[in-house]
């Protein structure tokens, strides 16, 4: 089993900046791909970015491309989000999700396993 615990969420005015963190415990952390997604109230979850065990696979959402930055530090089981020029319709609960162990870094909600409880980012205009 893998829990994931995010954290980072916060509000935070447009054009702004904020960084999430999903702390993962359990085996093979290392081994599994990861991503971040997000859901907005009265809407669908919607990916946001992905990368792979290793990090050289990373993929973005065009939504939030050139204003986010996944990356993972495998020595410390955690995985981030750093978001920038942050808009209001950025506004949403962001989830960390964990693939099966060797399973493809994707943007498809339904591939991963392993869900977080979700941090809350809110963005003002």
């Known amino acids: 089993q893998v829990q994931l615990v995010e954290s980072g969420g916060g509000l935070v005015q447009a054009g702004g900046s904020l960084s999430l963190s999903c702390a993962a415990s359990?085996?093979?952390?290392?081994?599994?791909?990861m991503g971040w997604f997000r859901q907005a109230p009265g809407k669908e979850r919607e990916s946001v970015a992905a990368i792979s065990w290793g990090g050289a696979n990373i993929y973005y959402s065009d939504s939030v491309k050139g204003r986010f930055t996944i990356s993972r530090d495998n020595a410390k089981n955690t995985v981030y989000l750093q978001m920038n020029s942050l808009k209001p319709e950025d506004t949403a609960v962001y989830y960390c999700?964990?693939?099966?162990?060797?399973?493809?870094?994707?943007?498809?909600?339904?591939?991963?396993?392993?869900w977080g409880q979700g941090t809350q980012v809110t963005v003002s205009s």
């Open positions: 999700a964990g693939r099966r162990i060797s399973g493809f870094a994707t943007l498809i909600s339904t591939d991963y396993e392993y």
């Open positions: 359990g085996r093979g952390f290392g081994d599994r791909a």
